[in-house]
C-alpha cells in the first residue's frame, strides 16, 4: 500500500508539472551560482520573492536528480567554454524550461508560486566550473556569482557531515587555465586546506575565464550589509521590480541556514582559531583572493576588479 506521505509528494509533484509545463520562458531564467555554503539558498529564496519566479533548488545533483547521469554530469565539474556538448545542452535548456522537477528540485518550491511562475530562479552550488560554457550557450538572464569570504565558507562546512572527510582536491583538467595548480593541491597538508582549495577553484575557474558583463559578481557580506541597494543593481540589470521590504526578506533564514545563530558576517570568528584562519587564507592568496584577509568584509572594490580579464593573478605552483 503507498503510504500517505509518498501519495502527497505524487500529488505535489504532478502539480507542479501541471502548472510549470510550458509556462517556464528559459531565456527569462535567472541563474544563481556560488561554492556550497555561500548563502545561495538564502539569496535564491530573496531572488524568487517576484510574484513571476519560483526557485528550482541543485538540479545538477548527480545523486538527486538522475537526468544528470544521463548527460553525463560530474560533481562540480568543469567545462570549457568552447566544448561542444550537445546532451548537456539539452539537460540545462530543460532545467531552464522547467522540466526537471522531482522531490529534491522542489523543495523550495509553493503549489500557491507556481500558479503565477513564469520563469525559474536556479540555484545551484555546483555550477560555477561550467558558469562561462552556460553563458556562451544560453541566452538567459545575467548569471548571479555569489561568493563569501572562504574563512565563513569553510566554517559553515566544518559544521556539516558532509564535508567532514572532503578528500584533496584534484584539477588536472584545470592546467591549461590554471598552470601549476596540481602542484598546490599536493602541498596541501589538512582537511581545512582542502576545503579552502575547494572554494578557490570554485571561485578561480568563472573568474579566470568568464567575459565581463556576461554575469553578475555578488558578494555575500555586501548583500548582507547592503541588501536593498545590492539587490536593486540586479533586478536593475533583469529590468525587473524588486521584492518589496528586501531588508526584512533578507532577515528570514533559509532551509539550509546553520540553526546555531553562526551565520552572518562574524560568526566564523567565533568558530576558527587564528591559526587554522592564516592557513585558510594562504591557501586562497595563492589563488590570487587577496581582497579576503582576516577581516570579516573583503576589499569590495578588488574582488569586483577580479571580473576584468586577468586581474585574479593566480600564483603558480
Not at 154 to 166: C, E, F, G, H, Y
Not at 175 to 195: A, D, K, M, S, Y
Not at 200 to 205: E, F, G, K, P, W
Request: overall charge neutral; charged content about 20%.
Amino acid at each position: 500500500m503507498i503510504s500517505l506521505k509518498k501519495s502527497k509528494t505524487a500529488t505535489r509533484l504532478a502539480l507542479f508539472n501541471r502548472l510549470l509545463f510550458g509556462r517556464c520562458d528559459p531565456e527569462k531564467a535567472i541563474l544563481m551560482t556560488g561554492a556550497p555554503r555561500s548563502g545561495t539558498t538564502w539569496l535564491g529564496n530573496l531572488l524568487s520573492e517576484v510574484p513571476a519566479a519560483s526557485t528550482l533548488f541543485e538540479p545538477l545533483h548527480v545523486q538527486k536528480v538522475p537526468q544528470t547521469q544521463e548527460a553525463g554530469l560530474t560533481w562540480r565539474m568543469f567545462v570549457p567554454p568552447e566544448l561542444r556538448w550537445p546532451d548537456g545542452e539539452e539537460f540545462f535548456q530543460q532545467v531552464f524550461s522547467g522540466r526537471i522537477l522531482n522531490e529534491w528540485t522542489t523543495r523550495e518550491m509553493t503549489i500557491w508560486k507556481a500558479f503565477s511562475t513564469k520563469f525559474l530562479v536556479v540555484k545551484c552550488v555546483r555550477a560555477n566550473r561550467m558558469l562561462p560554457w552556460i553563458c556562451e550557450r544560453f541566452p538567459i538572464r545575467s548569471p548571479v556569482l555569489l561568493i563569501r569570504h572562504p574563512c565563513a565558507v569553510v566554517a559553515s562546512q566544518l559544521r556539516l557531515r558532509a564535508w567532514r572527510n572532503a578528500p584533496r582536491p584534484t584539477a588536472e583538467e584545470l592546467e591549461p587555465i590554471l598552470p601549476g595548480v596540481e602542484r598546490i593541491l599536493q602541498n596541501l597538508n589538512t582537511h581545512e586546506e582542502f576545503l579552502a582549495a575547494g572554494w578557490a577553484l570554485d571561485n578561480a575557474v568563472p573568474l579566470m575565464l568568464g567575459r565581463p558583463g556576461k554575469w553578475q559578481l555578488v558578494s555575500y557580506e555586501q548583500l548582507l550589509v547592503d541588501t536593498e541597494q545590492q539587490l536593486q543593481r540586479l533586478f536593475d540589470t533583469w529590468d525587473l521590480d524588486a521584492p518589496t521590504n528586501p531588508t526584512q526578506l533578507a532577515k528570514r533564514p533559509s532551509s539550509t541556514s546553520n540553526p546555531d545563530g553562526s551565520n552572518g558576517l562574524a560568526g566564523w570568528k567565533n568558530q576558527l582559531t587564528p591559526s587554522l584562519i592564516h592557513r585558510i587564507l594562504d591557501v586562497v592568496h595563492q589563488f590570487g583572493f587577496d581582497c579576503f584577509t582576516d577581516d570579516v568584509e573583503p576589499d569590495y572594490d578588488r574582488l569586483q576588479s577580479y571580473t576584468h580579464s586577468h586581474n585574479l593573478q593566480f600564483v603558480r605552483g
